[in-house]
């Protein structure tokens, strides 16, 4: 008889508990890590936390070495963290350039002229640690963990691995665009692009078994829409960045108050992003298929570990 709460086969609970188990913790972290009152200081415990919690369960629950993180450093992380950041900067940029050629916001003033030639870099730097640290413990969260317990949940009968990875991208980047749905000036419209940049952001993941490209788009995405270019990001108002300006243009094409995400143009902007991606992968020499750890089961994926991987 099959138990339904533990795989005798993986010596692990199931992947439904597993991720319930992930998200009673993570709830009450969160909550409890909201009083601080320092914005930038709350949101870099958060990503401590998460970090934290995410080690604990893929050791002890998820039963899984830390090579298996994504989070595993290494060169290779590194420059593809970097080049997550290069692909988002000129890709938001762009947005930018296309926007403001075309009449879609005026500029009406820079973070120097409006908080003075001394301090007008501090709320920008403290944005930047702010907008890594999301950019860090969502994709850890969302990508990581999410994505990848779903992953093998799905993965059983004649479902393959290819498959559940599949089924496990669509429902999490599902997810991720629920999660924007309550936030200011959302529409139908922005939710289902916050979808698609969680497929964008997937992408990378699987591939390459890393979630340093994702975590550098993600980070970048983030910080460059709104610390530097003056978009809103998600709905969310950006009071000092370098650049300021004043929204214009039909809401369809720009996004509106919502930012370019609300927008057809976040819908190329991100299409653009995911050929990007591929082109630096082809490049860097990536093949383009799932990562073993995603096109593998997971009693195979440990069989092929060597000794030395395993984590005391």
Known sequence: MINPFF????????????????????????????????????????????????????????ARPWQESGLSYSKKWLHECLAGIAIAFFVMS??????????????????WQRNGDIYWLLPILAFLIQMLSVGFYEEVISRGFLLRNIAEGFTFGKTTPFL??????????????????????????????????????AIPFVITGRLALS???????????????GFSISGMVVRNSVIQIH????????????????????????????????IYLKVTGVPLEFATSFSN????????LK????LA
Do not use: C
Request: proline letters at 4%.
């Open 307 to 310: 000794p030395t991987d395993e």
């Open 164 to 201: 559940g990875t599949v089924i496990a991208i669509i429902i999490s980047s599902s997810l991720f665009g629920l999660g924007h749905a309550g936030n200011p000036n959302a529409t139908i419209f922005a939710v289902l692009n916050i979808f698609l940049a969680g497929i964008m952001l």
């Open 7 to 62: 795989n005798n086969d993986e010596l692990r609970l199931r992947a439904f508990f597993r991720i319930f188990l992930f998200i009673f913790f993570l709830v009450p972290l969160i909550a409890l890590n909201s009083f601080i009152p320092i914005e930038w200081l709350e949101y870099s415990m958060r990503s401590a936390l998460v970090l934290g919690l995410y080690f604990v369960v893929l050791k002890y629950i998820d």
């Open 297 to 304: 089961n997971f009693t195979e994926n440990r069989r092929k």
């Open 247 to 278: 929204q214009e243009g039909p809401e369809w094409w720009t996004g509106g108050a919502f930012g370019p995400e609300g927008g057809l143009i976040g819908v190329l902007g991100i299409i653009l992003i995911m050929i990007l991606i591929i």
């Open 94 to 111: 762009l947005i930018f350039l296309v926007e403001w050629l075309s009449g879609g916001l005026t500029i009406t003033g820079f973070g």
């Open 215 to 229: 975590i550098g788009l993600h980070f970048a995405w983030n910080f460059f829409q709104g610390g530097f270019f």
